[in-house]
């Protein structure tokens, strides 16, 4: 295997957390085998992920830590559809120009564009995601700002009045949003109430809105109101949208960007 096709840390640390999510340990032989890396770099990964409160270091391994098990969680909502989300993501990366003040939302389609972004500089990078500042922290070209508030363990993100009251404090360039459900009806759906509460107040401040929804996400209603279609400027989504629906919302005056996992 040649040096371009080594996993760059951000990948690295993603794998290993899957990894530590379904075998609860792993050792440093093993994840330096699989990941084609020396073992000193996957010491020097395990020393960070333990840092971060992922994981604890043993004798040759490390082990997952209890308190992370909504990371080892998020962990495997990221493994799914992986291909998906990183199509989705890499359409949305395009559309960021040198200068950009960009909002990244919760989920596991916002840490795929935080990986996106890691390529380029001088932007403005706004998010209330532990995960995606996580891979955003420490980039010489690149400004990270992280939201306060409460942090919300399954979705690894920052949510509550002090999240809110953040929002109101800044202005941004593109917001990507992802939400649970889209509908013609009932517009811009959420799981939660606390998540959906920060995600009205980061619309409140972008200038545009990119819609990050793969296709299981549409004609589909969640628990909480987020938003009108109205608001949406663009929908990015992947090759397998009801075309029916896809046409309802171009009615509605919504840009639509179709991607392929293939690439």
Same mark, same amino acid.
């Given at each position: 295997?040649?040096?371009?096709?080594?996993?760059?840390? @951000?990948?690295?640390?993603?794998?290993?957390?899957?990894?530590?999510?379904?075998?609860?340990?792993?050792?440093?032989?093993?994840l330096?085998?699989?990941?084609?890396?020396?073992?000193?770099t +996957?010491?020097?990964?395990?020393i960070?992920?333990?840092?971060?409160? +992922?994981?604890?270091?043993?004798?040759?391994?490390?082990?997952?830590?209890?308190?992370?098990?909504?990371?080892?969680?998020?962990?495997?909502?990221?493994?799914?559809?992986?291909?998906?989300?990183s199509?989705?993501?890499?359409?949305?990366?395009?559309?960021?120009?040198s200068? /950009?003040?960009?909002?990244?939302?919760?989920?596991?389609?916002?840490?795929?564009?935080?990986v996106?972004?890691?390529?380029m500089?001088?932007?403005?990078?706004?998010?209330?995601?532990?995960?995606?500042?996580?891979?955003?922290?420490g980039l @010489?070209e690149?400004?990270?700002?992280?939201?306060?508030?409460?942090?919300?363990? @399954?979705?690894?993100?920052?949510?509550?009045?002090?999240?809110?009251?953040?929002? /109101?404090?800044?202005?941004?360039?593109?917001?990507?949003?992802?939400?649970?459900?889209?509908?013609i009806e009932k517009?811009?759906?959420d799981?939660?109430?606390?998540?959906?509460?920060?995600?009205?107040?980061?619309?409140?401040?972008? $200038?545009r809105?990119?819609?990050?929804? /793969?296709?299981? $996400?549409?004609?589909q209603?969640?628990?909480?109101y987020?938003?009108?279609?109205?608001v949406?400027?663009?929908?990015?989504?992947?090759e397998?949208?009801? @075309?029916?629906?896809?046409?309802?919302?171009?009615?509605?005056?919504i840009?639509? +960007?179709?991607?392929?996992? $293939?690439?």
């Amino acid at each position: 295997m040649n040096d371009n096709s080594r996993p760059l840390q @951000p990948e690295r640390f993603l794998k290993i957390q899957e990894f530590l999510s379904t075998r609860h340990t792993v050792k440093v032989s093993e994840l330096s085998r699989e990941l084609n890396v020396s073992e000193n770099t +996957i010491r020097r990964d395990l020393i960070a992920l333990e840092d971060a409160g +992922i994981c604890f270091r043993t004798k040759g391994g490390a082990g997952l830590l209890q308190s992370s098990v909504s990371g080892a969680t998020f962990s495997r909502r990221l493994s799914q559809n992986r291909g998906v989300k990183s199509a989705l993501a890499r359409a949305s990366a395009a559309l960021v120009q040198s200068g /950009d003040t960009v909002i990244i939302g919760s989920g596991t389609t916002a840490y795929e564009i935080a990986v996106k972004l890691c390529e380029m500089e001088h932007i403005t990078v706004i998010t209330s995601s532990l995960e995606a500042a996580q891979i955003l922290t420490g980039l @010489p070209e690149l400004t990270l700002i992280l939201s306060g508030g409460i942090v919300h363990g @399954p979705s690894r993100s920052m949510v509550g009045s002090p999240a809110e009251n953040f929002f /109101d404090t800044v202005n941004a360039d593109i917001l990507f949003l992802s939400v649970k459900g889209v509908s013609i009806e009932k517009g811009l759906t959420d799981h939660t109430m606390v998540e959906a509460s920060v995600k009205q107040r980061m619309i409140n401040c972008a $200038k545009r809105v990119i819609l990050i929804a /793969d296709s299981s $996400k549409l004609e589909q209603t969640a628990l909480s109101y987020v938003c009108d279609l109205s608001v949406v400027d663009n929908l990015i989504t992947d090759e397998h949208a009801n @075309p029916a629906f896809l046409e309802a919302l171009r009615k509605r005056g919504i840009g639509i +960007i179709q991607v392929s996992a $293939k690439g």
